[in-house]
């Protein structure tokens, strides 16, 4: 079935830096925008970035901007969150979820990854 | 930015009972060129990534049971479990896309 597997997360300094990979399968990847979500423990839901199905279009929200960077491969399948400067606050499970509709940045996430642990500690 | 504020923050309701969540966004979310609600609401479970459950504020899901509705316009939305299951305990997040992406906090549903 239609799949997203993250991959990447782990335990960083602050100041650290850390790249989380989505893995996407059995859907055309290269139709659809993509986002990063993620969730502090015990908290709630929070975008962080999207980027438009060729790569051109990426927006952040405001507290990771200018420290991440969102990127994708289509030939490879492959979304990616390049995350520099790293915060204790940044400490999530980040989640890539995908829109319910193709070429379409404005719908409801339909497909996530089951997550990955991004642990920003000293 | 659009800031989503759900209530209640919890919530208990027996067995077969009906369960409603509400939400209200800071601005509408309503586009007038389509008429659409840019509003969807999710289920998130222990350990689980959240399910989409309804879109455009009132379009269920394929696979979600009928017991699940979504109503509203503009700025105010409500979820509805007609009679609520066991399985059916879970948080419920809200969200717009009309503006980018913002959720609300959340609404953790309990049995009484």
């Known amino acids: 079935q239609v799949q997203l597997v993250e991959s990447g997360g782990g335990l960083v300094k602050p100041g650290g830096s850390l790249r989380l990979s989505c893995a996407a399968s059995?859907?055309?990847?290269?139709?659809?925008?993509m986002s990063w979500v993620r969730q502090g423990p015990g908290k709630g839901l929070e975008w962080v970035s999207y980027?438009?199905?060729?790569?051109?279009?990426?927006h952040y929200t405001d507290s990771v901007k200018g420290r991440f960077t969102i990127s994708r491969d289509n030939a490879k399948n492959s979304l990616y969150l390049q995350m520099n400067s790293l915060r204790v606050e940044d400490t999530a499970v980040y989640y890539c979820?995908?829109?319910?509709?193709?070429?379409?940045?404005?719908?409801?996430?339909?497909?996530w990854g089951q997550g990955t642990m991004v642990t920003v500690s000293s | 930015d659009i800031v989503m504020t759900q209530s209640p923050d919890s919530l208990a309701v027996s067995l077969g009972e009906r369960a409603t969540i509400n939400c209200k966004s800071s601005?509408?979310?309503?586009?007038?060129?389509?008429?659409?609600?840019?509003l969807a609401w999710y289920q998130q479970k222990p350990g689980q990534p959240p399910k989409l459950l309804i879109y455009?504020?009132?379009t269920r899901e394929s696979g979600v049971p009928d017991r699940f509705s979504g109503s509203g316009s503009g700025t105010d939305f409500t979820l509805t479990i007609s009679s609520l299951q066991a399985e059916d305990v879970a948080v419920y997040y809200c969200?717009?896309?009309?503006?980018?992406?913002?959720f609300g906090q959340g609404t953790n549903l309990e049995i009484k």
């Open positions: 979820a995908r829109p319910r509709v193709g070429n379409d940045a404005y719908d409801g996430f339909d497909i």
């Open positions: 059995r859907f055309t990847f290269s139709d659809y925008y």
């Open positions: 980027i438009s199905s060729g790569g051109s279009g990426r």
């Open positions: 601005q509408s979310v309503l586009y007038s060129s389509n008429n659409k609600n840019y």
């Open positions: 455009w504020a009132s």
């Open positions: 969200q717009q896309y009309y503006d980018m992406y913002t």
